[in-house]
């Protein structure tokens, strides 16, 4: 039965988070879609948006396994500390850098329009990554408040 409940544990913790990031992170894809120029007809950039912030819900998910796998505690975003927070940066860097690289430059998934700042070397758009480096750690604080409300010993002992 104990193992059911932590399936089950397991299970909400993922469902929560991915909403909680696909919730955050559709405004933010809406905002910048004006940055963007895109290839063949336009689309509906409300349902284009809406399937970016699906992949960026599971990039976040990406960076809750990383966490889990490294910090060995499946509640470290509750109270992440140093460690955590670095990881989170990292995390979201190496995943924004490469997701909009290959996006960009391998696929040719989309253009940028001038308005869209870029890194100078690898020519990708600033304001991409600067979502999956601010956004996971109001996500997981959104997701944490849900998903221990009324557990106050695990952010008590999560440090």
Request: glycine share 8%; with cysteine.
């Amino acid at each position: 039965m104990s193992n059911i409940r932590g399936l089950r544990g397991v299970a909400r913790t993922l469902t929560v988070v991915f909403l909680v990031a696909v919730a955050v992170n559709y405004p933010w894809e809406l905002a910048q879609a004006l940055l963007y120029a895109w290839p063949g007809d336009t689309r509906n950039p409300w349902w284009h948006c809406f399937v970016a912030s699906l992949g960026d819900g599971v990039l976040v998910l990406l960076i809750f396994g990383v966490g889990w796998l490294v910090l060995r505690r499946h509640d470290w975003f509750a109270r992440p500390g140093a460690r955590g927070y670095a990881l989170l940066f990292t995390m979201g860097l190496v995943l924004a850098v490469a997701v909009e690289w290959v996006a960009v430059h391998v696929l040719q998934r989309w253009t940028y329009l001038p308005a869209m700042p870029r890194l100078p070397i690898l020519d990708i758009g600033i304001v991409p990554i600067l979502q999956m480096l601010v956004l996971p750690p109001l996500i997981f604080r959104v997701a944490a408040s849900r998903i221990f409300r009324g557990h106050s010993d695990v952010t008590k002992h999560s440090r």
